[in-house]
């Protein structure tokens, strides 16, 4: 078995990795601090100044996040950190238009650098950075409304965030103030540890992958729009995962396709033969094809990832909550125990919408004889002559389904919608946040 990480040692790692994230972000307004100064400028253009430069250092270290370095992610949680990524590109975006605004306050003369025709290239650089920060910002937010399809937005993503990177270096160059001498050296280092990290994510890491390929072995259907596919390594020795973490998998193309998509082990760990199952959904262009992959097809696999997990968050008694598909690292978490013939109590709420979508109700059956485990299943459109719970899960029923509410640690998956009125209803019985562990189906 994977060793349990004690909360101890996740609250060190957690405090290192902000450590680090402040020192990346501070490192080019730290320039401003060291020799040589510029002398004799007023305090609202320092500070103007000053702003530009945390703009850089956070539009730089956005790369960092979003490039899944499992050991830096782990004490966090995958959503945390892509939600961190979407606060930090606002804050980038408020200080990359203020810098300039303080600088016109302080200099009105200095707004005909708005003036891309005549103005000098570094005013350019400046005018476009800005642009290209609040447009890919949009963007992002409007995605959905635009119906840009995802893997189009994340190859623009990347390349629009690499540009935009290179134009404020430029900019920040072409000024020269705190740049020049000893400093160029260091600010074009700091900068390309960024566009090193971008091709880490691009070149490295698929390389990495195509040197270790899995073939899917099994295909199996479990409900007419759910998928179980087997997973084992090609001529290595596989993944080590703990339970109830994911990994981002590419199906049938090649790793360097940006079309890797993220999914929860199924299984338990297979320390034996380093393999998995993931459980998947049809719901867009890539998962509606899902069952229609044949055994032998090749497939790259970027993880694990994750605090989703007991072993995490370790406990006297587990309350797991499902919504639908779910369910998948819970069963990935129940498997395990009863592997290891944990005895530790533990109660599931499974809810879905019909009886035909809860997956794995017949194994988990068979598993709540073997372990301390009471399930509660819970069916939005029931068939006639259903007995269990029916509707969505509230307050009144999670009180139904678990005795002494504070005794357990809370272990929710599901879409954003269940999460958000399960998170609500436990608030209200005044569950402590602290026990609530979230994996949200959903990234962007
Ligand atoms: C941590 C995590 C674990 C997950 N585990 C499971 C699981 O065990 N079983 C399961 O069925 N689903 C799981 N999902 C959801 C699954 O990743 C999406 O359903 C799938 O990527 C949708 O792809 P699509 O092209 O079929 O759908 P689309 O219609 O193209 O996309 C629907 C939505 O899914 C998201 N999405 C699409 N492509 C990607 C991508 N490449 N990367 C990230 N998000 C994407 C976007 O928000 C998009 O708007 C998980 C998601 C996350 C974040």
């Given at each position: 078995m994977a060793h349990r990480i004690g909360r101890q040692a996740y609250r060190r790692r957690a405090a290192l990795g902000i450590a680090v994230y402040l020192a990346l972000v501070l490192a080019p307004v730290s320039l401003m601090l060291l020799s040589p100064l510029e002398p004799g400028r007023e305090f609202l253009r320092e500070f103007a100044v000053a702003l530009g430069f945390v703009a850089v250092g956070i539009l730089g270290t956005q790369f960092a996040i979003s490039a899944r370095v499992g050991r830096l992610k782990a004490p966090y949680g995958i959503d945390a950190v892509y939600y961190f990524h979407r606060r930090m590109a606002f804050v980038a975006l408020a200080l990359v238009l203020t810098h300039p605004i303080l600088l016109f306050v302080v200099t009105?003369?200095?707004?005909?650098?708005?003036n891309v025709i005549t103005a000098p290239w570094s005013a350019r650089y400046a005018v476009a950075t800005v642009l290209g920060v609040a447009g890919i910002v949009a963007i992002s937010v409007w995605r959905r409304e635009v119906r840009l399809r995802y893997e189009l937005w994340r190859f623009s993503h990347g390349l629009g965030a690499l540009t935009i990177l290179v134009l404020a270096a430029l900019h920040t160059l072409n000024t020269g103030v705190y740049t020049s001498d000893w400093k160029t050296h260091a600010f074009v280092a700091y900068a390309a540890i960024w566009v090193g990290t971008l091709g880490y994510i691009r070149v490295g890491k698929p390389l990495r992958q195509l040197r270790n390929p899995y073939r899917v072995t099994e295909v199996r259907q479990e409900s007419p729009d759910v998928w179980t596919l087997t997973f084992r390594p090609d001529g290595h020795p596989g993944i080590r995962f703990r339970p109830g973490q994911h990994a981002w998998v590419t199906i049938g193309r090649s790793p360097f396709s940006l079309t890797e998509h993220p999914f929860s082990f199924s299984s338990s760990p297979d320390r034996e033969h380093g393999g998995f199952d993931m459980t998947i959904k049809e719901l867009g262009d890539f998962t509606s094809k899902i069952g229609e992959y044949p055994p032998g097809t090749m497939a790259y696999v970027d993880g694990p990832f994750g605090a989703f997990t007991t072993d995490r968050h370790t406990a006297d008694r587990y309350a797991f909550i499902a919504g639908g598909v779910g369910i998948t690292p819970i069963m990935s978490m129940i498997r395990d125990a009863a592997e290891r013939g944990d005895p530790t109590p533990m109660v599931l709420v499974y809810g879905a919408a019909?009886?035909?979508?809860?997956?794995?109700s017949g194994e988990l059956d068979e598993l709540s004889q073997r372990l301390d485990l009471e399930i509660t299943y819970v069916l939005e459109n029931p068939p006639e002559g259903w007995d269990g719970e029916v509707g969505v899960i509230t307050d009144d029923l999670l009180k139904r389904a678990i005795d002494d509410v504070d005794a357990y640690e809370y272990l929710i998956c599901g879409p954003p919608a269940m999460i958000d009125g399960v998170e609500r209803a436990l608030g209200e019985m005044g569950v402590d946040r602290k026990l609530l562990h979230y994996e949200r189906f959903e990234i962007a």
């Open positions: 009105p003369d200095r707004v005909e650098l708005l019909a009886k035909q979508d809860l997956v794995f």
